[in-house]
């Protein structure tokens, strides 16, 4: 099954802006929201908007959606 939600998008905001791992522990992102992302896995619209205010930047700059082909 393929993946239809990559989070790469938010690896290259980070670096792009200079904001580490720890700074957002220290902004409320936990370590086990931060493994779930890691692994593409499924977080809150919460935690997404949470990720956007931490970074200052859209929702597009954190996720992207693959279209499922079949």
Not at 23 to 46: P, R, S, V
Request: aromatic share 6%.
């Amino acid at each position: 099954m393929r993946k239809i939600i990559d989070f790469s998008p938010l690896w290259e905001t980070m670096q792009r802006k200079k904001i580490t791992q720890y700074q957002l522990i220290k902004g409320g992102i936990d370590n086990k929201t931060l493994d779930k992302l890691k692994k593409n896995g499924n977080i809150t619209l919460l935690t997404l908007e949470k990720l956007c205010n931490l970074l200052d930047c859209a929702p597009n700059d954190i996720v992207k959606f693959h279209v499922k082909k079949d």
